[in-house]
């Protein structure tokens, strides 16, 4: 693991797991991936964003854990799982079929969150066969489907050509992040959280997404610019929550209305009040609550009536 990575205390400090295993995905790439809880409690499945790693979600991990079968795992390229040159959306839904069948069950059905880029993993997988024998519900939080660089405001400026080439042109920078410095802090503050982050929380998102290499942040860029899921959307037909903050300019709430507009079950949409892209480090207890509320009415009803 990065040294940029560690958190070493509070509740962002990544939890130890109760085991680890690799998931090989259909192309033969290698995923890192995290269980944390009991054995047979209901299993919950977490899929983090572009830049970040299994770190992102330890507040979740570590508040679901006492209760629930948690699953985090390193996108390719990301954390611990080894970069590929297969960057794309089919080689996201393929690792996280890979994830789900190396992790699950025959049979066990979990809910699947994911943030930004792992939320568009779950719309790129939605027609996939072990995405539809292990998927009783989804959260969505800060993430969209398609046009994701001309929506964005990270560039404040009216919308246009101009706008989009700019943001292009940040969002798919080779420069190296380099350390986490006052300077950096302040431009991933901006770009990416509300205004009233606290200052350990900023801390903890940019050495998340400092730790990421270079390369790999420059290659899903290009992914994320062509995105196009609409399809996979429609297609999502699982009960599906959409969380996004008022303050998002990576995947602004436009993005989340049009989502819960197209999808065929959509549970609700919360829109966060001065909440950020970073929802499930910015917003921990309410993320929690919408997957406990998601686990509740899908997964332990059923085994209720089953039983």
């Not at 046009?147 to 964005?152: F, I, N, P, T, Y």
Request: glycine share 8%; hydrophobic share 45%; with cysteine.
């Amino acid at each position: 693991m990065s040294r940029l990575l560690r958190v070493a205390s509070g509740p962002y400090a990544p939890p130890v797991p109760v085991c680890e295993l690799t998931a090989v995905s259909a192309d033969g790439a290698r995923l890192h991936v995290e269980i944390h809880g009991p054995d047979g409690a209901p299993a919950v499945v977490l899929a983090h964003g572009w830049t970040c790693s299994t770190a992102f979600w330890a507040a979740q991990i570590r508040e679901l854990a006492t209760g629930h079968r948690v699953i985090a795992y390193d996108q390719r390229g990301h954390g611990r799982s080894p970069a590929s040159p297969a960057c794309s959306t089919d080689a996201l839904a393929d690792d996280l079929e890979a994830v789900l069948t190396a992790a699950l069950a025959p049979g066990e059905q979990a809910v699947l969150a994911g943030h930004s880029m792992g939320g568009m993993t779950i719309m790129a997988a939605s027609g996939r066969t072990a995405f539809r024998a292990h998927t009783a519900a989804v959260l969505l939080c800060s993430t969209g489907s398609s046009g994701l660089v001309a929506a964005s405001t990270v560039v404040p400026m009216r919308p246009g050509p101009l706008r989009t080439w700019l943001t292009r042109r940040i969002l798919g920078s080779r420069a190296p992040l380099g350390p986490v410095t006052p300077l950096a802090r302040r431009m991933l503050k901006y770009g990416t959280m509300g205004p009233g982050s606290a200052p350990h929380l900023v801390e903890v998102c940019a050495r998340i997404v400092h730790a990421c290499p270079r390369q790999v942040r420059h290659n899903w860029s290009r992914v994320l610019d062509l995105l196009d899921l609409d399809h996979g959307v429609r297609e999502l037909d699982r009960p599906t929550a959409v969380i996004v903050g008022t303050a998002d300019r990576l995947t602004p709430p436009a993005q989340a209305r049009a989502l819960a507009a197209a999808l065929p079950h959509c549970t609700g949409l919360t829109e966060l009040p001065g909440i950020g892209h970073m929802t499930p480090v910015e917003a921990p207890e309410l993320v929690g609550a919408r997957i406990r509320d998601l686990v509740d009415a899908h997964i332990q009803a059923v085994s209720e009536e089953s039983a």
